[in-house]
């Protein structure tokens, strides 16, 4: 299984500061096709999942552009240009390119 | 708008057996990926199974091969779970989840039903 480490476990961020998250893969991430399917989510407590960034650095529909996904090969980042209070949560990285499909083990965003 | 909801999620001994369906809207089902994904406060977030469009592919996580099976109904726009020797560490809240018209993983998720395994 493809090992997924996210870094760090916890993130203490300020208010309309940027804050940025590491995500590395055990191998690399480049599909047969040459894309690269890695994923971030933000789960805000008491909620589901929700995905952000597709495919490295695709941002998902009604996801602000203060989001930014940067990357390639093994080593990933999620980067906040300015954390609002509304991106208080858990993110998670995904790889979606070998079976089984693995999760990183979340990074907790707070004040 | 997408939707999908999960249930059928309860308390079952270990050795037991449940089934979670996850009910969909709001798209053309049969036309999807659909995966479960559970998520436990010892584990975070794990992967359990993939089913494609038309049901002739399917993936399973080892933790769950051979226990666990996927399937999927298109008349009735929801995609099922049978969950058999269940064990202890089977507990947690389990999420189905689609991917997009491209094949990418997981851009709807269900709210998550909760699965308790304990004698």
């Known amino acids: 299984d493809v090992v997924m480490t996210q870094s760090p476990l916890s993130l203490p961020v300020t208010l309309g500061q940027p804050a940025s998250i590491s995500c590395r893969s055990a191998q690399s991430l480049v599909y047969s096709d040459g894309k690269t399917y890695l994923s971030w989510f933000q789960q805000r407590p008491g909620q589901s999942p929700r995905r952000l960034i597709y495919?490295?650095?695709n941002r998902d529909s009604g996801v602000p552009d203060r989001f930014s996904g940067s990357g390639s090969g093994t080593d990933f980042t999620l980067k906040i240009s300015r954390v609002e209070a509304e991106d208080i949560g858990v993110y998670y990285c995904m790889q979606g390119t070998h079976w089984p499909l693995t999760f990183g083990g979340g990074t907790k965003v707070e004040i | 708008q997408v939707q999908l909801v999960e249930s059928g999620g309860a308390l079952v001994k270990p050795g037991g057996s449940l089934r979670v369906s996850c009910a969909a809207s709001g798209f053309t089902f049969s036309d999807y990926y659909m995966s479960w994904i559970r998520q436990s406060p010892e584990k975070g977030l794990e992967w359990l199974a993939y089913?494609?469009?038309?049901?002739?592919?399917?993936y399973y996580a080892d933790s769950v091969k051979g226990r666990f099976t996927i399937s999927r109904d298109d008349a009735k726009n929801s995609v099922y779970l049978q969950m058999n020797s269940l064990r202890v560490e089977d507990t947690a809240v389990y999420y189905c989840?689609?991917?997009?018209?491209?094949?990418?993983?997981?851009?709807?998720w269900g709210q998550g039903t909760l699965v308790t395994v304990s004698s």
């Open positions: 089913i494609n469009s038309g049901g002739t592919k399917i």
């Open positions: 989840a689609k991917a997009d018209d491209n094949g990418d993983f997981f851009d709807y």
């Open positions: 495919k490295v650095s």
